[in-house]
Nanobody, 124 residues
Framework: QVQLMESGGGLVQTGGSLRLSCAVS????????MGWFRQAPGKARTFVAAIAWTGGSTYYADSVKGRFTISRDTAKNMVYLQMNSLKPEDTAVYYC?????????????????WGHGTQVTVSS
């Protein structure tokens, strides 16, 4: 079992920044990757970014590349998503997910566990 708890969402203006955090507890993750997804109202849940727990290799959706940065703290069992230059189209509920075998896994069904999500709203 893996438990995931997101925090750090909120309301921000266009061009602003937010940092999401995900506390991970349960199964050892040394051979896996963790990711972030988002879901806007009326839309499917989509991949945002993922990171390998060992080595830290990362993978991003094209829509966030250059603006978002995923990182992890293996000592604290935390995963972060630093979001800069936010746009109204980034508005969504953001979910921490994992573990998954590869950071390039972009389909929700490839991730075993999910947090409850945190709302990010970007005003224009």
């Amino acid at each position: 079992q893996v438990q995931l708890m997101e925090s750090g969402g909120g309301l921000v203006q266009t061009g602003g920044s937010l940092r999401l955090s995900c506390a991970v507890s349960g199964r050892t993750l040394t051979t896996y990757a963790m990711g972030w997804f988002r879901q806007a109202p009326g839309k499917a849940r989509t991949f945002v970014a993922a990171i390998a727990w060992t080595g830290g290799s990362t993978y991003y959706a094209d829509s966030v590349k250059g603006r978002f940065t995923i990182s992890r703290d293996t000592a604290k069992n935390m995963v972060y998503l630093q979001m800069n230059s936010l746009k109204p189209e980034d508005t969504a509920v953001y979910y921490c997910a994992g573990p998954t075998v590869y950071p390039r896994n972009v389909r929700p069904r490839e991730y075993d566990y999910w947090g409850h999500g945190t709302q990010v709203t970007v005003s224009s």
